[in-house]
């Protein structure tokens, strides 16, 4: 059974930082194409940041280019984004995602809340 779990959300300052982990059980996150994803009330979901399975390249949205950082610990099986410099319009629940062809899954989500 695969399982992504979230964690690390909370509310925080305007300009202030808060480091998401996904952890994976029952998939190899490595071999996989890692992804948080963010909705906000009333918007769609949108990606965040990527770390590809095929060269390892990072890819981020542009509004959180230069503040948050996407990284892996292949031997704790564990992703994360650390974001810095949070804004209030970065407020949404964050959820991380991993796939690879066919196979998609989603963790549970974990609310960030930045207060101005």
């Known amino acids: 059974d695969v399982q992504l779990q979230a964690s690390g959300g909370g509310l925080v300052q305007a300009g202030g930082s808060l480091r998401l982990s996904c952890a994976a059980s029952g998939i190899t996150f490595e071999n996989y194409s890692t992804h948080w994803f963010r909705q906000a009330p009333g918007k769609e979901r949108e990606g965040v940041s990527c770390?590809?399975?095929?060269?390892?390249?990072?890819y981020y949205e542009d509004s959180v280019k230069g503040r948050f950082t996407i990284s892996s610990d292949n031997a704790r099986n564990t992703v994360y984004l650390q974001m810095n410099s949070l804004k209030p319009e970065d407020s949404a629940v964050y959820y991380c995602?991993?796939?690879?062809?066919?196979?998609?899954?989603w963790g549970q989500g974990t609310q960030v809340t930045v207060s101005s």
């Open positions: 995602n991993a796939e690879l062809g066919s196979r998609d899954y």
């Open positions: 770390i590809s399975n095929n060269n390892g390249r990072t």
